[in-house]
């Protein structure tokens, strides 16, 4: 015996589904020919940098830290160059270079293209104290480290007075721990609570 079933009647005896959502779209090539250091940041401690690069239709590129393109070869084109090293001057800060030219497989060459960054490999100087007094008086220590100073509740705050000519301030760490161990990135700010979990000598370390 066969059962036949039948599938109708008013709208509300079906509950439909909603449809799949529809998948991401196909990250498209790039479009210009460029190239780019460190994701377009303005500078860098760390001569050391990566490079994107777009040279849509490319087989290969040259890069160089010279304009001239003096000792650059061609070489197969990739989208990323990791540990690229600039041309630097002792600790002397000014704009760095990076060249590129593109060539497609029936040997057009395209470029040149450039991008630049500053190199500032000097760092932030200045002095950090529990009591603001201390950072009064236009002189500023050699150290970050701060004479001893007591505090009879679990709360306090860390004043910094730091400094830098070239690249500014950003971001900061500061830790009870002097290799900064689990210390987090944070805006920099002039004034940092703190908070004692025991109590004892604890020697607070900024890094700016």
Do not use: K
Request: aromatic content about 12%; charged content about 10%.
């Amino acid at each position: 015996m066969a059962t036949l079933g039948f599938w109708g009647g008013a709208g509300n005896d079906v509950t439909l589904q909603p449809p799949p959502p529809p998948p991401p779209p196909t990250p498209q090539p790039c479009e210009f020919y460029s190239i780019s250091i460190n994701n377009g940041a303005l500078f860098t401690n760390d001569p050391n940098v990566s490079l994107n690069l777009c040279g849509p239709g490319a087989n290969w590129m040259m890069l160089s830290n010279d304009g001239g393109f003096t000792g650059a070869s061609w070489q197969n084109f990739t989208s990323t160059v990791n540990g690229w090293t600039l041309t630097t001057y002792g600790a002397t800060i000014l704009p760095r270079y990076v060249y590129a030219r593109y060539r497609d497989a029936a040997g057009q060459i395209y470029g040149n293209f450039f991008d630049d960054i500053i190199y500032d490999p000097t760092p932030p100087s200045g002095a950090a104290a529990f009591d603001p007094r201390q950072l009064l008086g236009g002189g500023q220590r050699n150290s970050m480290l701060a004479p001893m100073f007591t505090v009879n509740q679990t709360q306090a705050e860390l004043f910094l007075s730091v400094s830098d000519d070239g690249s500014g301030l950003d971001e900061m760490q500061v830790s009870f721990s002097p290799d900064f161990d689990g210390a987090v990135w944070q805006d920099y700010t002039g004034i940092v609570p703190v908070t004692f979990t025991e109590d004892g000598v604890h020697r607070l370390h900024a890094l700016p």
